[in-house]
């Protein structure tokens, strides 16, 4: 029934090829015409492409989201004769810089010196002891000793007196009693620990080179347009500033560099390189695939056999996937060099066996009912199986590798469906047009050398399947070795310059980049700071081990009640003693008197003293909203809604722990606080490698029983499927042996491919075993010539089109590429060497 309704198909596309070529002329242009009217949407957040449903990709996802913790921008000025125009040389280019993005609107702070922080010191300053410890406080009142107020006035004279900084003489004036060695443990560099030169106030490198910006922009980085907007805009503001400053200082702007990193570049370069990536993917597919076929059948007119049902297919299936809604990301950017690779095939295998058919003397007619009732069941069952492999990929959690099954199994049956109604129309309507001239069509097909590998496997059964055994078990003692990565940055692309910069800034630094969070939620802010308190004592003995660099949390600048309220005591009962204020007065002004200091000098820091040490009461969470801290503040709590906060305390960490947390951590943040969530990439890591190894199996097997069942279904026998699966699994092994050859590793994008392989592989046994399996099947040197020579040239155009995937700026989708490749090229291989020499051993035995 089948080989019936597909004659009659090829017979009516045939006689009605006008139709059909009108049919498929609206449909193209319809989706075309949508694409103008509706671009696609790029979406380069790789967190997208992780399970969605997972509750540490969910925690992970709304700390981000919550904190903006990966969002900034990274302005990294630097000289390039550090020696002949040192960065100090720039400073006033940084300053012209951070004012005109202040002035833009659409950044909350630029910081890059300590003079920025001039409003939130004057603003702490009168609450300075509050966020002490008790136990703090002897150290302090040691500093307010009658005999160490006057050393200290002293030492400050001397200091001036002596060519000093203009950092180190405002040091002296807000910190006459040289508390800042006292408060410098809790305050300084707590929020990122950056190794920078203070000495001009700005931060610049250790190395004199280089000059760091950060930038605090008010949208997340994820937020595209907003992304593309911010760097326009800065963009256009180093050029502007670049010029005028240029004018003033010819002979330092040429030595000048500035560049970008954090997450605003790094997601804008990542949009770039994914229009790129399928862009240059698609069309070097298309080149390459053109390239293989016109060698191949050495006509024009083949092109457009190929090409055409292809194209048609490929237009539709962009057309549902943008119509259901699917995004461009760095996962299905490879989706066109995809369906290329394996909707060629269709086209291929039928056209090889026109051609045949054709030499042997059968008119077109006859030829297009052979190839659409008997090759055609082969191609319907190939894309059966290859869409069903894919489709198995609706069981994975990851949602980038779900997008890419469903839509190329959708994209499959697309193509087949084009080849089997365009293909039939386009070889009577050239038949037609050759008549009309009076001119009889030849026909070529050429084979790369593949047909002498077959027909040697069929003259040597035995030989080929001895060395194809020794061969396998040799590459399947290395893809014992093959390793799993699961590192989620990994799949970033190194081509992406904002993510060169932020390393180079860490490097430069010393900020640490790699760090975990601890989220915390309470219904007051007060509650969020002592839950943050407990998370960041537990740790202490991580620190001190090393396995945590440092923290850092909203106790920094929000110390906790009961806390406040301990200092608050002590400072009140001590009313005329080491603290107060008249005393420590009376005795600082009699010693700026005795070493000639202007005591109106230090007048604004005294008003602050005497708040300092008789404070009306504490500090709340409301009263630092409302001045310059709020920004630093919304980068450690947030309000989720009426009485439900959310906090959050930083881990920073050493590289070593990029891929899995130190051992126990979780274990003690939980005994400290049962309800914290423990996030970071390297948490992520060690979930995903899990849910990698199970999604990937679950795919593998479901698409395993899946092309077995269709197989067997197909051909009514059991040994038949058996044998039209053998090189595929010949194919798969030697294709990990490959992979642990080359140093290549598994990861959460080309473990899929594995599955798809399925598909794949499994084609060309069934079309070689179809041919088999027909009333002149046991002609092992006819098989070759109609399937097996078209078979090599389908592995061709699949592996032209996905070794353009190789070409890819993201090592995920490369290696994606490479898997394709190598599997794809294997099982063809295997079915050329291994199914011949199977075959032809089963007929021998038979007859």
């Given at each position: ?507 430069k630094f010393g900020a640490s980049l790699t760090y975990m969070m601890v989220v915390v939620d309470a219904p007051t802010p007060n509650g969020v700071v002592e ?176 092309v077995f069942l269709i197989i067997v279904f197909d051909f009514r026998a059991f040994w038949p499927a058996v044998y039209s699966l053998v090189p595929l699994a ?118």
């Amino acid at each position: 029934m089948r080989e019936t309704l597909l004659r009659k198909l090829a017979s009516v596309c045939a006689v009605h090829y006008r139709w059909v070529f009108s049919i498929a002329l609206l449909l193209a242009g319809s989706v075309v015409l949508f694409f103008i009217v509706k671009p696609p949407r790029i979406d380069s957040d790789i967190l997208d492409l992780l399970p969605r449903h997972n509750p540490t990709v969910e925690n992970f996802r709304e700390a981000t989201h919550d904190f903006k913790s990966l969002d900034y921008l990274f302005i990294l000025v630097q000289t390039t004769d550090p020696k002949g125009h040192p960065i100090g040389n720039y400073e006033e280019f940084a300053d012209e810089m951070a004012a005109g993005l202040r002035k833009s609107g659409m950044v909350e702070g630029v910081e890059y010196r300590l003079q920025d922080y001039e409003g939130i010191i004057r603003e702490m300053l009168p609450y300075t002891l509050l966020y002490l410890n008790r136990s703090d406080l002897p150290e302090v009142a040691s500093r307010f000793t009658d005999a160490q107020i006057r050393q200290q006035v002293a030492d400050n004279r001397r200091f001036l007196s002596n060519p000093a900084s203009l950092v180190t003489k405002e040091l002296i004036q807000y910190d006459p009693f040289g508390l800042f060695s006292v408060l410098k443990r809790h305050f300084m560099g707590k929020t990122r620990q950056l190794n920078v030169d203070l000495s001009d106030g700005y931060y610049l490198s250790k190395d004199g080179s280089s000059l760091l910006m950060i930038v605090r922009p008010d949208h997340p980085a994820q937020n595209i347009a907003y992304g593309k907007k911010l760097m326009s805009t800065v963009r256009s503001l180093e050029a502007k500033v670049r010029a005028q400053w240029g004018e003033e200082n010819p002979g330092e702007v040429k030595y000048l560099k500035v560049s970008y990193g954090g997450g605003y570049p790094i997601a804008q370069d990542d949009a770039n390189l994914i229009k790129h990536d399928a862009l240059v993917n698609t069309v070097t597919s298309v080149v390459l695939v053109m390239f293989v076929f016109l060698w191949a059948f050495r006509r024009k007119s083949a092109l457009v056999y190929g090409w055409a049902p292809l194209l048609l297919g490929l237009i539709l299936t962009f057309g549902i996937a943008h119509l259901l809604g699917v995004t461009l990301n760095s996962a299905t950017a490879g989706f066109g060099a995809l369906l290329v690779g394996l909707g060629i095939d269709f086209s291929t295998v039928m056209y090889g066996r026109y051609i045949e058919e054709r030499n042997r003397g059968l008119t077109a007619e006859e030829s297009l009912a052979s190839i659409m009732g008997n090759t055609g069941k082969g191609v319907m069952v190939g894309a059966l199986t290859t869409a069903c492999t894919f489709g198995a990929m609706i069981l994975t959690q990851f949602n980038g590798m779900r997008q890419v099954g469903i839509y190329t199994a959708v994209g499959i049956l697309f193509c087949c469906a084009s080849v089997f109604v365009l293909l039939p129309a386009m070889l009577y309507f050239h038949q037609v047009h050759k008549a009309r001239k009076g001119i009889e069509p030849t026909f070529h097909m050429h084979s790369f050398g593949f047909e002498g590998m077959a027909r040697w496997a069929n003259r040597h059964p035995k030989w080929t399947l001895s060395v194809a055994a020794m061969v396998t078990v040799a590459m399947g003692i290395l893809a014992l070795g093959v390793r799993l990565d699961d590192n989620v940055q990994n799949l970033r692309s190194t081509k992406n310059e904002g993510l060169t910069v932020s390393n180079e800034v860490a490097k430069k630094f010393g900020a640490s980049l790699t760090y975990m969070m601890v989220v915390v939620d309470a219904p007051t802010p007060n509650g969020v700071v002592e839950d943050s308190k407990k998370v960041i004592e537990a740790v202490r003995p991580f620190v001190k081990a090393g396995d945590i660099l440092f923290t850092d949390s909203i106790s920094t600048y929000l110390p906790t009640e009961e806390s406040q309220d301990a200092v608050l005591r002590v400072l009140h009962e001590d009313k005329g003693g080491a603290f107060s204020y008249d005393r420590i007065r009376s005795v600082f002004d009699s010693a700026c008197q005795a070493n000639n200091f202007n005591q109106a000098y230090f007048d604004p820091y005294l008003k602050i003293l005497h708040r300092m040490l008789d404070p009306a009461g504490p500090v709340t969470y409301a009263q630092l909203m409302k001045g310059p801290l709020a920004p630093i503040l919304r980068k450690y709590i947030v309000q989720k809604g009426p009485g439900h906060y959310r906090g959050v305390a930083y881990l920073y960490i050493p590289d070593e722990f990029k891929r899995f947390e130190p051992q126990g951590l979780i274990r003690t943040v939980h005994a400290a606080d049962p309800e914290a969530k423990v996030v970071g990439i390297n948490v992520l890591s060690k979930v995903l490698r899990r849910q990698v190894r199970h999604d990937a199996l679950l795919a593998f097997l479901v698409g395993t029983l899946l092309v077995f069942l269709i197989i067997v279904f197909d051909f009514r026998a059991f040994w038949p499927a058996v044998y039209s699966l053998v090189p595929l699994a010949v194919g798969l092994v030697w294709m990990l042996g490959s992979l642990r050859l080359m140093g290549e590793s598994l990861n959460m994008m080309n473990i899929f491919v594995t599955t798809m392989i399925l598909g794949i592989g499994s084609d060309y046994g069934i079309y070689l075993v179809h041919r088999y399996l027909e009333e002149d099947g046991h002609n092992m040197v006819r098989v070759i010539q109609e399937t097996g020579n078209p078979i090599a040239i389908a592995a061709l155009t699949t592996i032209a089109g996905f070794g353009s995937m190789s070409l890819s700026s993201y090592p995920g989708l490369r290696s994606m590429g490479y898997v394709s490749l190598l599997g794809s090229l294997f099982c063809m291989i295997g079915t050329l060497t291994v199914l011949v020499a199977l075959l032809t051993v089963v007929d021998r035995r038979k007859g």
